[in-house]
């Protein structure tokens, strides 16, 4: 686990569209007594919306395509590496990293999903709750192992689906406690080592 010593936990942070929690999380490290410090944001879309809010931010952006993904995680790599990076959060990042990456980097990494995992990993979520007459819905930030959406579980939240919900709303409806449970997560994460 990292040792914190007082100091800021480098963040890296994985997106590959929108960007709306990268967004959240670095309004929660421009906090004054913020635990993590965004060095460095990881994309593998040229053309990803969120990429902005980077660079606005004036945070270091690594662009790398997945094509040969050995190849782009080894570049990676050495970017964790460069940036002293401690913890990744992975926000709305397409790709699924290997295990030999999961294993090489050794230090915690996070996800967010929105639904309430274990149920409905993957894509298409809220379509698929709406379809089954879901009751309640949400999102999960865990931990990050070599399976799809699992690992532990470190905070999630849960709504209630509304009858007037559609695929839009309740996306956007669970997207707002999004931009809160992931910077929670994080405090939670480093206040129970
Ligand atoms: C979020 O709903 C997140 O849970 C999922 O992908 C979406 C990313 O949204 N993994 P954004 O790019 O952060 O706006």
């Known amino acids: 686990m990292v040792e914190l ?21 670095i309004e929660f490290s421009n906090k004054k007594n913020s635990l993590i410090s965004i060095k460095l944001v990881i994309c593998n879309k040229p053309r990803a919306k969120g990429l902005y809010y980077a660079k606005k931010s004036k945070i270091k952006i690594y662009l790398t395509n997945f094509k040969h993904k050995n190849l782009s995680e080894y570049r990676i790599l050495k970017k964790l590496k460069k940036y002293k990076i401690n913890l990744i959060a ?75 919900d559609n695929e839009k709303n309740l996306e956007q409806r669970i997207l707002k406690i999004e931009h809160k449970l992931y910077p929670e997560a994080i405090e939670k994460l480093f206040s129970n080592p």
Do not use: C, W
């Open 90 to 164: 992975l926000a709305g990042f397409m790709k699924i990293l290997s295990s030999s990456f999961i294993k090489k980097f050794n230090k915690p990494i996070l996800n967010i999903h929105p639904s309430l995992l274990p149920k409905y990993k993957g894509l298409n979520t809220h379509r698929r709750v709406l379809n089954n007459k879901e009751k309640f819905s949400g999102s999960t930030v865990h931990l990050v192992d070599a399976k799809l959406d699992s690992g532990k579980i470190i905070l999630q939240k849960k709504i209630k689906i509304l009858k007037s």
């Open 5 to 25: 010593n007082g100091k800021k936990i480098n963040t890296a942070v994985f997106i590959s569209g929108r960007g709306t929690n990268l967004k959240s999380l």
